[in-house]
Nanobody, 123 residues
Framework: QVQLVESGGGLVQAGGSLRLSCTAS????????MGWFRQAPGKERELVAAISWSGDVTYYADSVKGRFTISRDNAKNTVYLQMNGLKPEDTAVYYC????????????????WGQGTQVTVSS
């Protein structure tokens, strides 16, 4: 069983930056595709960014392209989400998730989930 724990959230001013981290324990998540999701109150959970296990393939939601960067360090069992140019619309709980499927953008295919970290962007 894989446990995922997010960290790095907080309160920032619009235009600021945060780096989220997700560290796996129990079993390593090497060979898992990894995704970052977010959910705002009253909204559906959405896929923000994803990365293949090797790091060679990435996916970004249109709303964050050019601002967010996903990366991973399998030696540390950690995936990161660098968030620059934050906007109030980015305010949400951000979740890390892992999938064994080849398609990192298959939203229904994620097997393990973290408990989330709050990101709040003030205007």
């Amino acid at each position: 069983q894989v446990q995922l724990v997010e960290s790095g959230g907080g309160l920032v001013q619009a235009g600021g930056s945060l780096r989220l981290s997700c560290t796996a324990s129990g079993r390593t998540f090497s060979r898992y595709g990894m995704g970052w999701f977010r959910q705002a109150p009253g909204k559906e959970r959405e896929l923000v960014a994803a990365i293949s296990w090797s790091g060679d393939v990435t996916y970004y939601a249109d709303s964050v392209k050019g601002r967010f960067t996903i990366s991973r360090d399998n030696a540390k069992n950690t995936v990161y989400l660098q968030m620059n140019g934050l906007k109030p619309e980015d305010t949400a709980v951000y979740y890390c998730a892992a999938t064994k499927r080849l398609s990192i953008s298959a939203l229904g295919g994620y097997d393990y989930w973290g408990q989330g970290t709050q990101v709040t962007v003030s205007s």
